[in-house]
């Protein structure tokens, strides 16, 4: 079966740090597009970030500088390190696997995680 | 960077049908995809590429794309298609690359 379960959300203070995880099952993280999408309490879906099934990473420009997207092969998981975080980063952050038919199409999010908490506050 | 407009809610009573709107600049030149988030759950697709339903997805719901508005139909609603509802497209050459809608509530009278 096709999973991706998250974890590694918290409560963290302004300025500090947290790393996410997200363990694939049924699929190979490295030969997908992968990405992390977050909603902030009664909002909508905000696309984070995309690392590329080869390597090659893409940030919004809300935590372009702060986040860090990468995979580990070997654990088949993806990771969404977050520094200086700040209470506009406060959501749940899911993680998602991309998928298109062939280019130019353009991808769409067919997988997704149940999610992690991310509070950050003093 | 690319916006795309949704109504914020859309009511429905059982059985009739509801269309969700999506509204961007000449959208119909991207492809929509469409997903289902009921409360404290997360996203679901339901449409993609404009029309194309994923397997276990009823018959029920279809989509159109054309000029400036993109388009969900749920056919035949029913109660348990009351949920939030969101359009995203993905532009190599947009920043951001994947942009959500702002998405619908849609409230089964």
């Known amino acids: 079966e096709v999973q991706l379960v998250e974890s590694g959300g918290g409560l963290v203070q302004p300025g500090g740090s947290l790393r996410l995880s997200c363990a694939a099952s049924g699929f190979t993280v490295s030969s997908n597009y992968m990405s992390w999408v977050r909603q902030a309490p009664g909002k909508g879906l905000e696309w984070v970030s995309v690392?590329?099934?080869?390597?090659?990473?893409y940030y919004a420009d809300s935590v372009k500088g702060r986040f860090t997207i990468s995979r580990d092969n070997s654990k088949n998981t993806l990771y969404l390190q977050m520094n200086s975080l700040r209470a506009e980063d406060t959501a749940v952050y899911y993680c998602?696997?991309?998928?298109?038919?062939?280019?130019?199409?353009?991808?769409?999010?067919?997988?997704w995680g149940k999610g992690t908490t991310v509070t950050v506050s003093s | 960077s690319y916006v795309l407009t949704q109504p914020p809610s859309v009511s429905v009573a059982p059985g009739k049908t509801a269309r969700i709107t999506c509204g961007g600049n000449n959208i119909g030149s991207k492809s929509v995809h469409w997903y289902q988030q009921k409360p404290g759950q997360a996203p679901v697709l339901v449409i993609y590429y404009d029309s194309d339903r994923p397997s276990g997805i009823p018959e029920r719901f279809s989509g159109s794309n054309s000029g400036n508005t993109a388009t969900l139909t749920i056919s035949r609603v029913e109660a348990g298609d009351e949920a939030d509802y969101y359009c995203q497209v993905w532009d190599s050459s947009s920043d951001p690359l994947y942009v959500f809608g702002t998405g619908t509530k849609v409230t089964v009278l």
């Open positions: 998602a696997r991309d998928r298109r038919v062939a280019p130019p199409l353009g991808y769409y999010m067919d997988v």
């Open positions: 690392i590329y099934s080869g390597g090659s990473t």
